[in-house]
């Protein structure tokens, strides 16, 4: 009987290579095994550009996403940040093999300063005054202009640091006299010598694109001089000449040697703005009857403006 039981065991155990159980055992190794050959070969093919999967991949896609997710990542993201894993990362986020570089660096696409725009406030003011000859009257102990100089600026990058500043130019190398018969301005000869430079740092810099393009910036407390031993910073200028005021936007980049002693720096990063409507001539005194009238009529309005206002 034991015999029996032995070899009923013993057959069994060779049977069971054939059973239900191991033919599906093996199956499912098999399939899973052709199923590892298959993902194996599409993982390859997708790599080799010579085959029809990396054709129905679209260049211009990868490209979207790549400049949106570098700009997301730019913007909102800093170094050390959490809660980002590769996953998240699309198959076109690693396309470029720079941005597979450990130590590779991107930066924001900033304004060129050929975009900038500068537009003269009060315009209408200055061709008043420019069509008789604007007159500056200039002191020692510093006078304001009048008008003014206004400007609005666009096409900054609003993220980068500017200074404005101002400074003021002789058009020529020739003094003048007003000819009162004539009411005109003639060459009287040649140009003083020339005067310390002076440049005027707008009070508001250092500041963002953002903040300059947001607001109308003014000159109106700068102040002329013919004090050549000025220490006050104004602008020194002599009496009986012409100039021309240039506005400056300066990259804080380009700023190293910017002093108001000194003239404005030079380079690609400074970006200069003139018009023609702000020539004026220094006098200690107004010369030119038709411009005392007109600034007569001004304050007149002006005064008129505020007792309607009270």
């Not at 010579?50 to 700009?71: F, K, P, R, W």
């Not at 910073?233 to 380009?254: A, C, E, T, W």
């Not at 009857?289 to 007792?307: D, P, T």
Request: aromatic content about 8%; glycine content about 4%; overall charge neutral.
């Amino acid at each position: 009987m034991s015999e029996r039981r032995r070899s009923a065991a013993a057959l069994s155990s060779r049977a069971h290579a054939f059973s239900v159980e191991s033919l599906i055992g093996t199956n499912k190794k098999r399939k899973i095994q052709e199923w590892d050959e298959k993902t194996m070969e599409l993982s390859v093919d997708s790599l080799n550009p010579e085959s029809g999967l990396a054709d129905t991949v679209d260049s211009s896609q990868c490209m979207e996403v790549n400049s949106e997710s570098q700009l997301s990542s730019d913007q909102e993201q800093s170094p050390g940040a959490e809660g980002e894993s590769p996953t998240q990362h699309t198959a076109c986020s690693y396309s470029s093999p720079t941005e597979l570089t450990p130590n590779s660096t991107t930066s924001l696409p900033t304004s060129s300063m050929d975009e900038i725009q500068m537009e003269l406030q009060c315009v209408d003011l200055w061709k008043r005054f420019h069509d008789i000859g604007t007159e500056m009257i200039i002191t020692k102990a510093g006078r304001r202009m009048f008008p003014a100089i206004r400007v609005k600026i666009t096409g900054l990058d609003p993220h980068q640091q500017y200074y404005i500043a101002m400074d003021i130019i002789p058009v020529d190398n020739k003094r003048y006299r007003y000819v009162y018969h004539s009411s005109k301005w003639m060459v009287a000869g040649n140009a003083d010598s020339p005067v310390p430079p002076r440049v005027y740092i707008h009070p508001d810099s250092l500041a963002s694109g953002d903040t300059w393009m947001r607001q109308v910036i003014s000159f109106d407390k700068l102040k002329l001089t013919n004090n050549e031993l000025d220490d006050q910073g104004h602008i020194i200028l002599h009496s009986m000449h012409k100039y021309q005021p240039r506005v400056h936007v300066i990259r804080k980049d380009f700023s190293s040697e910017l002093c108001p002693t000194k003239p404005v720096p030079g380079g690609e990063g400074v970006k200069t703005f003139t018009f023609p409507e702000t020539v004026f001539t220094t006098v200690t005194a107004y010369q030119n009857q038709q411009v005392c009238s007109l600034i007569a009529n001004i304050v007149r309005k002006e005064r008129m403006r505020f007792k309607h206002s009270l």
